[in-house]
């Protein structure tokens, strides 16, 4: 028997996603016999107490608590990066410099600027990257590319698009990291609007210009007695400000001439993650809820009249794109398997020197429409994608040369 190639991972950061990733990995060479394998090398996080706990229970061969140690561990062939947005410019830089691949989570950065650097710096050391905009490896929203790239829709018209939670809804919810801006640069609007993005960037094209408004609800909360991202954080009686949104609403202009309406809150009560879009082209449309991942809705104009109408697909067969990894058709399967999908690809790119996508040029031209976004709500005004990435691109160089 041959042995298997296998890639060894250091991870730093441990909590939510940190638990997405490490599932993930573990079972990737289940479903998918043909690829390398990801080994759980070490992680990396700043509480010896719960990175050695996160370690026992994800099961990686070590820990520590400085992840620069990963950077010089020479057995280590992939850094994945799940830690708060504010350090993934130091951290990407850092592991690419170090030859190491990077996976990093969402947003790319906290600036286009900083973005693009870390793009430059991946691109000079020759390192595979990735970003982890994991929604677009559900099997149905595959199933949507495939049916737009082979014309079924026809010539695009819109894309609406909105990502609707509630979990900070009640203002006694603590000012954790995900609330302050030089932690996270965005709130809902790069937290979950970032997906929304990189789903119509990926299913439509490229932006060319937006107009949006920002607002924010409550604009103090108490202050988190720890550093948990999410709303299980206990608070302390002492209040803070909140300086990043609650929500986010934009149009936009696509290059291709395609319209589109997107909204991102965290105020839309009912919604735990309302992930939802439509699309519509001359021939048809397309719509398809994370809440109800398997399934995507599909209507055609050239269905007989009377028996038009959108029509469900449970994209669980083998036809469907990564779906003949699982189950047979109808035995769908959930969130994890998101993040299954993009890791295989992910190894495979590792495998076979190929960079794949999303990767840091997409995360890149996400900054950018995040940034635009946030000026354009600043200045009342449309805002040019191309003008935000030659601005970033200028301060970039200047950096650099510093």
């Not at 286009?112 to 050391?125: F, P």
């Not at 609707?164 to 932690?183: A, C, G, S």
């Not at 986010?248 to 991102?264: I, Q």
């Amino acid at each position: 028997m041959v042995e298997k190639k296998k890639i060894n991972v250091g991870l730093i950061g441990y909590k939510f996603m940190g638990k997405a990733h490490s599932h993930a990995y573990r079972d990737l060479p289940f479903y998918f016999e043909n690829s390398a394998v990801p080994v759980l090398k070490t992680v990396a996080g700043r509480n010896p107490e719960g990175v050695k706990k996160a370690s026992e229970h994800y099961g990686f061969q070590g820990y520590t608590t400085n992840w620069k140690n990963l950077l010089e561990d020479e057995e280590i062939d992939l850094i994945d990066i799940v830690t708060p947005n504010n350090t993934h410019v130091e951290m990407t830089i850092a592991a690419a410099r170090a030859g190491k691949h990077i996976l990093c989570e969402k947003p790319l950065a906290m600036t286009t600027a900083e973005a693009y650097r870390i793009l430059e710096t991946v691109k000079e050391n020759n390192v595979v990257h990735m970003i982890c905009h994991n929604y677009r490896y559900t099997p149905a929203v595959q199933m949507a590319k495939k049916l737009i790239e082979e014309g079924k829709l026809g010539k695009i018209y819109h894309i609406r698009a909105h990502y609707l939670q509630d979990w900070i809804m009640d203002p006694k919810i603590p000012l954790v990291w995900r609330l302050k801006k030089e932690v996270t640069g965005y709130g809902a609007h790069g937290d979950i609007g970032a997906h929304i993005i990189d789903l119509a960037r990926f299913l439509i094209g490229e932006f060319s210009e937006v107009t949006g408004m920002m607002q924010t609800f409550i604009k103090e909360r108490p202050i988190s007695t720890d550093s948990d991202g999410l709303s299980g954080s206990t608070a302390s009686d002492k209040t803070g400000q909140v300086d990043v949104d609650d929500a986010t609403a934009f149009l936009a202009k696509f290059s291709n001439g395609a319209f589109g309406v997107f909204e991102a809150t965290r105020f839309a009560g009912g919604n735990r993650n309302g992930n939802r879009f439509e699309i519509n082209g001359e021939k048809g449309s397309i719509r398809w809820d994370m809440e109800n991942m398997n399934n995507l809705e599909v209507y055609f104009d050239n269905d007989p009249k009377g028996l038009q109408g959108f029509r469900t697909i449970n994209c669980t067969e083998e036809v469907h794109p990564f779906a003949g990894a699982y189950w047979p058709p109808g035995h769908i399967i959930g969130y994890e398997h998101t993040f299954i999908n993009l890791l295989k690809t992910l190894i495979d790119g590792i495998s076979e020197g190929i960079i794949p996508t999303p990767n840091f040029e997409d995360g890149l031209l996400n900054q950018a429409v995040l940034e635009a976004v946030e000026k354009s709500a600043e200045k009342g005004t449309w805002i040019s994608i191309k003008e935000v990435l030659e601005q970033a691109k200028a301060e970039s160089c200047k950096h650099l040369s510093n």
